[in-house]
């Protein structure tokens, strides 16, 4: 079956304008992982959805920082007002269930550079 | 505070054994994961520790204690091909599920 799909594979945009990034995730998986990797960095957390609980927003930077998803499919990162700062890959990961011990599957990224 | 450390870089030597330490302190824990990232492209899962001990995989194994908050990857008979970054990552079970990752260590592989 397909992965994890994401879109824009690349996004250049001018500072203040607003980005929306989009994940598909692997159909049936109920978890889903939004996460920023700056250049030579590692990943950082942005925010976590699971089936209808609430979603845990804990990592996103700022309230520039948005994202939804309908039911158990798609999600939409929104990034209002871009700063050169939000240059970076956006990697998106789903899995089966969000249990323990299983394991995130990576979409191959959005990159996104702010000029 | 949640903080997850690897060393940077290491260099290996083709048909070598290579270990890449990892240290964590994070409010809790449910399970260290290893991912291999070439560069460029999206993390792919290696191995899983929640337990304490070795996990063996093929040419691979990595360890956990979780009482010293520490894991390694071993990787043996290496090839070139094992060039990329390898990333420790905890699942932080504090209110939710959570990943934490490091940095990561960018392996260079050479002939």
């Known amino acids: 079956g397909a992965g994890v799909s994401q879109s824009p594979s690349n996004k250049v945009t001018e500072k203040g304008k607003d980005v929306e990034l989009r994940c598909d995730p692997i159909s049936g998986h109920t978890a889903l992982y939004w996460y920023r990797q700056r250049l030579g960095q590692g990943l950082e957390f942005l925010i976590y959805?699971?089936?209808?609980?609430?979603?845990?927003k804990s990592g996103l930077p700022s309230d520039r920082f948005s994202a939804e998803r309908t039911g158990e499919s798609v999600s939409t990162l929104t990034i209002q007002r871009t700063q050169q700062e939000d240059s970076a890959v956006y990697l998106c990961?789903?899995?089966?269930?969000?249990?323990?011990?299983?394991?995130?599957?990576f979409g191959p990224g959005t990159r996104l550079l702010v000029l | 505070g949640q903080n997850i450390d690897q060393p940077t870089e290491m260099t290996a030597t083709e048909g070598a054994i290579v270990q890449i330490n990892c240290t964590y302190q994070?409010?809790?824990?449910?399970?260290l994961f290893w991912y291999q990232q070439h560069a460029g492209e999206a993390p792919t899962f290696l191995s899983y520790?929640?337990?304490?001990g070795l996990e063996e995989k093929g040419r691979f194994s990595s360890f956990l204690s979780r009482s010293k908050g520490y894991s390694y990857l071993l990787l043996k008979e290496l090839q070139m091909k094992d060039s990329a970054s390898y990333l420790c990552?905890?699942?932080?079970?504090?209110?939710?599920?959570?990943?934490?990752f490091g940095t990561g260590t960018r392996l260079k592989v050479l002939a």
């Open positions: 990961a789903s899995s089966p269930r969000g249990t323990s011990g299983e394991t995130q599957y």
């Open positions: 994070t409010s809790g824990f449910n399970g």
């Open positions: 959805f699971q089936g209808n609980s609430a979603p845990d």
């Open positions: 520790n929640v337990l304490d």
């Open positions: 990552a905890v699942r932080d079970r504090a209110g939710t599920y959570k990943y934490i």
